[in-house]
Nanobody
Framework: QVQLVESGGGLVQAGGSLRLSCAASGLTFGRYTMAWFRQAPGKGREFVVASTWSGITYYGDSAKGRFTASRDDAKNTVYLQMNSLKLEDTAVYYC??????????????????WGQGTQVTVSS
């Protein structure tokens, strides 16, 4: 079965950096759009970035200019490099996967597969 495992979360000071990883198994990775979402306490799931199977990357407004997504199809892994972190970036970050998705990538409901999440806490 499909499994997504996130890692790399933790506690970081504002202005610092973290790199998240999501290792996927049980799927043909190159055919999947891989995305990152996040959810802060009391809020809904927010789109961060999608790395499509066709090689295009789309960023949510909160990620533009500070976050960079990349994928290594040989390792079945997608990464999220987060720089200049802010207090409001504190959230659980989730990796998600959807086969062949090439539009409306910001809708969580279009992703059938999800990781367990990794906590990112930004302190002042």
């Amino acid at each position: 079965q499909v499994q997504l495992v996130e890692s790399g979360g933790g506690l970081v000071q504002a202005g610092g950096s973290l790199r998240l990883s999501c290792a996927a198994s049980g799927l043909t990775f190159g055919r999947y759009t891989m995305a990152w979402f996040r959810q802060a306490p009391g809020k809904g799931r927010e789109f961060v970035v999608a790395s499509t199977w066709s090689g295009i990357t789309y960023y949510g407004d909160s990620a533009k200019g500070r976050f960079t997504a990349s994928r290594d199809d040989a390792k079945n892994t997608v990464y999220l490099q987060m720089n200049s972190l802010k207090l409001e970036d504190t959230a659980v970050y989730y990796c998600a996967a959807a086969s062949g998705l090439n539009n409306s990538y910001w809708y969580p409901s279009l992703y059938p597969y999800w990781g367990q999440g990794t906590q990112v806490t930004v302190s002042s």
